[in-house]
């Protein structure tokens, strides 16, 4: 099973059990969920963050000087900082 398959069934696991809690009323809704958040927030979207990451070199992505030199000329600014 690859890691996309994964998210995909823990996040229907988790809003299930999200939606069964508010739709039906049983004794343990509120437990129901509160599963189902604690597993999007602990389970699902640390497993999506690193699949979507891996293969990232996150210093593409931070704003340093550099990075702020090359956007200005791509757009043809001419200002240094």
């Known amino acids: 099973m690859n890691t996309k398959n994964?998210?995909?069934i823990l996040s229907i696991l988790a809003f299930g059990s999200i939606f069964s809690g508010l739709i039906f009323?049983?004794?343990y809704s509120e437990k129901l969920i509160g599963f189902g958040v604690v597993g999007l927030f602990l389970v699902v979207f640390p497993i999506f963050s690193y699949y979507r990451w891996k293969d990232k070199d996150p210093k593409d992505y931070m704003l340093t000087k550099e990075n702020l030199e090359k956007m200005r000329e791509?757009?043809?600014?001419e200002r240094k900082l």
């Open 6 to 8: 994964l998210i995909i």
């Open 25 to 27: 009323d049983l004794p």
């Open 74 to 77: 791509n757009e043809g600014d």
